[in-house]
């Protein structure tokens, strides 16, 4: 089993990130209490300056005394800060997991797994998946890190293009928006991908971008390799072996007799 840590792998930042927040949940909170740290600014400078001075424009502008004014200021720090951090507690913990199975594809030998999971503790909803695909006969020049993402369908015909088999040498699963990643808890995965050993050598890098929508409206990425590690010989699939009776030159091979613990009659 494999698991990418937190960094940058390949072309593609690994780590999971936030691409988006709410703007009403968040930007609005924020928005409020910059006017009203404004509005107190201004009225503890008003309150400081000449009598005499009040009474002319700009100073003559008051609109609330500071006392009611620092409270909703309070409350409205109080407001940003609980949403901060209630954000942070229910923030997904996007991972996968890769592994070495046998009897997903046709053939006698293992495939290469690949699953997501949330590792939160609430549940998020996929906004948007999309893949990557780098065959191995593809040029040495690695496209931009927003550049040459496709849908489904799209890296389907690009890979049958190839020459690969769905369902024999590969078989993707699909997840639409608004399929939710429920807080499992565990290590269980949801089914990213099954490749066969003939797509490992044939296909450089094949990357999936997922995009979740967690509790109080922000987005969150994770772009997984999912040939990460399928290489490596640390996870390399046992593969079972068979007996083999070499014969002495010019003997007969030797005969294997069940051996019995009976006396001779």
């Not at 691409?19 to 107190?40: D, E, H, K, Q, S």
Request: charged residues 20%; proline residues 7%; aromatic residues 6%.
């Amino acid at each position: 089993m494999v698991s990418t840590p937190s960094g940058r792998g390949g072309t593609a930042p690994d780590a999971q990130r936030r691409i988006r927040r709410n703007r009403w949940l968040f930007t609005a909170p924020l928005v409020l209490l910059c006017l009203l740290g404004a509005l107190l600014v201004w009225e503890i400078v008003r309150g400081n300056v000449s009598e005499a001075s009040r009474g002319h424009w700009p100073w003559r502008l008051q609109l609330m005394s500071p006392e009611p004014l620092a409270s909703l200021l309070a409350v409205a720090a109080g407001a940003v800060l609980a949403r901060a951090q209630y954000a942070r507690t229910v923030r997904p913990a996007l991972g996968w997991r890769a592994e070495f199975v046998t009897g997903q594809l046709p053939g006698p030998g293992k495939d290469w797994s690949v699953g997501v999971l949330n590792g939160g503790q609430h549940n998020v909803v996929v906004d948007r998946v999309d893949y990557r695909l780098i065959l191995a006969r593809d040029p040495a020049g690695q496209p931009g890190e927003d550049d040459g993402w496709t849908s489904l369908t799209g890296v389907g015909e690009r890979l049958t293009a190839a020459g690969l088999r769905a369902t024999v040498d590969f078989r993707l699963v699909g997840m639409g928006a608004g399929y939710p990643l429920v807080a499992t808890g565990t290590y269980e995965t949801v089914g990213v991908g099954v490749f066969s050993k003939r797509f490992i050598e044939e296909v450089r890098a094949f990357y999936m971008r997922i995009q979740v929508v967690d509790s109080v409206g922000d987005t969150h990425e994770r772009i997984v390799q999912c040939l990460e590690g399928a290489r490596e010989a640390v996870v390399a699939p046992v593969e079972e072996a068979q007996p083999v009776t070499e014969a002495t030159p010019g003997l007969p091979a030797a005969r294997t007799e069940p051996r019995s613990d009976r006396p001779p009659v």
